[in-house]
């Protein structure tokens, strides 16, 4: 794979079937994840390290991190929300973990029984935990705020906290910070004052944008990112996804609507749009009966489209 302008990291089998009604037996989550690999994403958010009884499509997570270690080049990442989900995720063997930290206290406490407070208590020893390790075992850690953009239960969400918590995550030995709008409640003006806020705190820290099409904002609010410099995006294939603890915030932005739009943009994101788009058909048999989002899939590449990583 040669050169890439914007890191897309695919979060459909953790956030996507987090949300989805039907169990998606084990052998379709690799061929997916495999599939993915070979179009070329380069990291994939295999699973998260929950408790089954909470959300039984995870059951399998260790199984499926075992398969992901064994595509080569592929950054192995998974996300956790507590510190035994943390543990779970390290004796796996994850490159990359995150960290859910819930910026409004009723959703933080609601998904994960914590205050934000205490969920910057527990990534600081989580990643004492992992500072413990031996260097190649020792994952990178991503700070994943979340309702940064708004809050299903509590409404507006404060930008000092969001600010707060970025600091407090970065202090805490967290590697970056992601900023995610769980609820689909961002618009592009505000991804670019909030983010442009985070960066001025943290400087480098500064993770990626994960984003929810909820109101269709989704990929306008991709292109505000860019322009604040953001080059790391979570989207999720079919635009599969949600959040099971924040009612009516569904679907991440599209994995082949994203793609499209950089490449036509003039940036390479290193994956193959046809061999993405080939993935849907897994996900149908896998998951049948449930809902695949997207337009360019409808639609298909414009006539003469040369993407930017194809040039
Ligand atoms: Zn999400």
């Given at each position: ?20 009604k ?8 690799k ?31 260790a199984?499926?991190?075992a398969?992901?270690?064994t ?29 859910t ?12 029984r ?14 004492d ?58 618009n ?30 989704g ?34 932005i ?58």
């Amino acid at each position: 794979m040669g050169k890439t302008d914007v890191l897309i990291s695919e979060v459909g089998p953790r956030d996507g079937l987090q949300n989805t009604k039907a169990f998606m037996p084990t052998e379709y989550k690799k061929r997916w994840i495999s599939a993915a690999a070979a179009a070329g994403l380069t990291e994939i958010e295999v699973c998260s390290f929950v408790p089954p009884k909470l959300i039984p499509q995870m059951v399998d997570a260790a199984e499926v991190v075992a398969h992901a270690k064994t595509i080569p080049g592929l950054t192995v990442a998974a996300l956790a929300p507590n510190y035994k989900g943390a543990q779970r995720a390290m004796e796996a063997g994850v490159h990359k973990l995150t960290l859910t930290i819930s910026v409004s206290k009723s959703h933080s406490l609601a998904n994960v029984r914590m205050t934000p407070d205490e969920a910057i208590a527990s990534a600081k020893k989580i990643c004492d935990f992992r500072d413990s390790l031996p260097p190649e075992q020792r994952p990178k850690i991503e700070s994943g705020l979340s309702t940064v953009f708004g809050c299903t239960i509590e409404g507006v969400v404060s930008e000092d906290e969001v600010v707060r918590l970025a600091i407090a995550s970065a202090e805490a030995g967290c590697d970056e910070v992601g900023l995610a709008d769980t609820t689909g409640y961002a618009n592009p003006e505000q991804i670019r004052r909030v983010f442009k806020k985070v960066r001025a705190a943290i400087g480098e820290k500064l993770g990626g944008a994960h984003l929810h099409n909820t109101r269709g904002l989704g990929l306008a609010n991709v292109v505000a990112a860019l322009e604040v410099g953001v080059r790391t995006f979570d989207s999720s294939l079919a635009g599969l996804g949600g959040c099971p603890f924040a009612p009516g915030a569904s679907g991440n932005i599209v994995t082949e609507d994203l793609v499209f739009m950089l490449e036509a943009m003039g940036l390479r994101t290193g994956i193959d749009l046809e061999r993405l788009l080939a993935i849907r058909e897994l996900l149908a048999e896998g998951i049948p009966g449930e809902l695949l989002y997207g337009y360019v899939p409808l639609a298909g590449v414009p006539k003469g489209f040369v993407p930017a990583s194809g040039r």
